[in-house]
């Protein structure tokens, strides 16, 4: 699905990303974490698409395609969707207009008709009870005025609607209250399949019991430094980042 | 990267799709201006005594005066005398009677500009009064009209047939010393539409006139009166648009309107112009004088304008709210991309009692154009309970355009209400990259935003200019993302 090889990059000439690897399967599940400043969201945003970064090295398969050479729109169009650790707010325009907007391009892509407007809101209700959103967020301006957790279950909503095949979620755990924790990895479990595959960036263990990983890594310093199972993850709570520094210290990496 | 949220000033500019000239032989009078070409205009159009006598004094006037230079626009000077004033299409005998007889090039130009007349009579229910250059040429539906005593027809047609009317309204509003631009206007203006509608009168239908200029170098001086009388209504709808050309072409029209008591108007503009090519030559100066008068209790005006075109716009749509309880609404959506600059508001005067007004600006700037709000809320000593709200809402697409807003507020009664709120929001970068990571490409991220900035004065247009107004938009945006 997605082949990222010694992928560098940096912002305004600063080196963030410095040779990051990284295979993910078709269906699979792949767990990030890793220290406050260590790329991760710039990995996001790099395989998302936006501007501002330079690639200095490597490259992104993404199905078989340079993904770094796709317009941003066309990535979204072929599946890959981000939602972001800060969803952006858009004044004037309904959410329900955004998502109408996006399924459109999306289907339009693929070779679908447009939905009708009847067909529509049957698909986004449906979708909505997923993440258990009221109706009345669907003609609010797009995450104005919504709050940390309404933002994120805003984002994983539009997953929904959207049907990605590679979704990659940044940090959709954090500010969500911990029922919200759950209605949220219920809607992103409800969207694994055998075609669709997961990122997803956290600092906490405690997501990954809902949302259960095939693999966890740890990126750090712009690499990913380790990888393991679920337990990494388990092993992670207990003794912090340290160790693996000390880890790859020993080992001289 | 290969994706483009960044460089929001590229600018492509889809080249003006409404750019032709039709071949037609014009009647033209040669250029200049003095006391005989106005004579010779009144006699080619065979008016009565007291119209030529007004044309006069107001030529008179207008000798006396300055062109103003205190809008924030800035352009080379006009030479009044280099301008035609008098240019129609030249009539084969009679003028037509029905469309049939309508010169069939003429017809094409408006099939060019997507205006079918026999589709828009037979479809919309839309009585088309089209003015081409300088002359009407066809007028439809007066037959139904005429049944409810609604009169709609060409100015000079009204100035023929019912001189009383013209009489008594004509300058009534907007008087021949009112500016140097309507001053002019009143000496020279070549036709535009004229409406009537009696007491108690409901008009039916959305009334419309399509404006276009086409003669090169013929300042076109339109002319509308609009009158409800008591307790009437009516929606009257303006459009345009013009060929592409290479000088600047001026336009001052004047548009009077007066509700009488209870009676309620509804003045609706969408305005595509020619607004120049990139560097903004050749586009349209457009000097406008637009005044309402709610002359009675309970009168209402309602302007509501879309503005895309033009190189330059002046414009102040304007209510004098004479009678008590009379209302006066102004909803604006102003849009300046490339070099187009637009100096737009209104004015609200209140004079009778507990008279209301709201003033919805909408200003969006791209490229290197400069959008200003000019307003002004004028409370006299008698305005009891007068109240006011206004929203002046300003949106930048780009780093290199401008947004300047100047309201104006006199109040000469304490017991008035005004309210004044101004935002300044821009299209960023973050916003246009999360359109685009759902799919949505940088333009229509752009017109999807813009058309929410708009929505509280689209929602005041009919139905079908509504659509028209968010189709334009979209065209006038294209190329503002790279
Ligand atoms: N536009 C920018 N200009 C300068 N530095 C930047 C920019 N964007 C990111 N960085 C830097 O790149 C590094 C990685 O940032 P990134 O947001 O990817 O970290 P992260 O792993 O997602 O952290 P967190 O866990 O706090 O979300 C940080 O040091 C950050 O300051
Ligand atoms: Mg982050």
Known sequence: MLSIRNLQASVDGKPILKGLSLEIGKGEVHAIMGPNGSGKSTLAHILAGRDGYQVTGGEVIYRGKDLLDMPTEERAREGVFLAFQYPVEIPGVSNIYLLKA???????????????????????????????MDEQFL???????????????????????????LGILDETDSGLDIDALRVVANGVNALRGPERSLMVVTHYQRLLDYIVPDHVHVLAGGRIVKSGDRSLALELERRGYGWIEDELRATGS | MASGTQNLDELIGKEYEHGFVTELEADTVPPGLDEDVIRAISAKK??????????????RHWTTMREPAWAHVHYPPVDFQAISYYSAPKAKGEGPKSLDEVDPKLLETYNKLGIPLKEQEMLAGVAVDAVFDSVSVATTFKDKLGALGIIFCSFSEAVRNHPELVRKYLGSVVPYTDNFYASLNSAVFSDGSFVYVPKGVRCPMELSTYFRINAQNTGQFERTLIVADEGAYVSYLEGCTAPQRDENQLHAAVVELVALKDAQIKYSTVQNWYPGDEEGRG????????????????????????????????????????GDNAVGEFYSVALTNNLQQADTGTKMIHIGRNTRSTIISKGISAGRGQNAYRGL?????????????TQCDSLLIGHRCGAHTFPYIEVKNPSAKVE???????????????????????EDAVSMIVNGFCKEVFKELPMEFAVEAQKLLGISLEGSVG
């Open chain 2, 46 to 59: 065979g008016e009565p005594e007291f119209m030529l006598e007004w044309r006069l004094k107001a030529y």
């Open chain 2, 420 to 442: 004044h709120e101004a935002t300044t929001s821009k299209i960023s970068d973050d916003q246009l990259y999360y359109c685009m990571q759902r799919g949505i490409s940088a």
């Open chain 2, 377 to 389: 809320v004028k409370v006299l000593k008698g305005a009891e309970d007068a109240r006011n709200y």
């Open chain 1, 102 to 132: 996006a399924l459109n391009a999306v289907r339009k892509h693929r070779g679908e008709g447009e939905l009708d407007a009847m067909d529509f809101l049957k698909l986004v209700k449906e979708r909505m009870k997923l993440v258990e």
């Open chain 1, 139 to 165: 003609y609010r301006p797009v995450n104005e005025g919504f709050s940390g957790g309404e933002k994120k279950r805003n984002e994983i909503l539009q997953m929904a609607v959207l049907q990605p095949s």
């Open chain 2, 283 to 322: 586009g349209i100066y457009n000097f406008v004088t637009k005044r309402g008068a709610c002359r009675g209790e309970n009168a209402k005006i309602s302007w509501t304008q879309v503005e895309t075109g033009s190189a330059i716009t002046w414009k102040y749509p304007s209510v004098l709210l004479e």
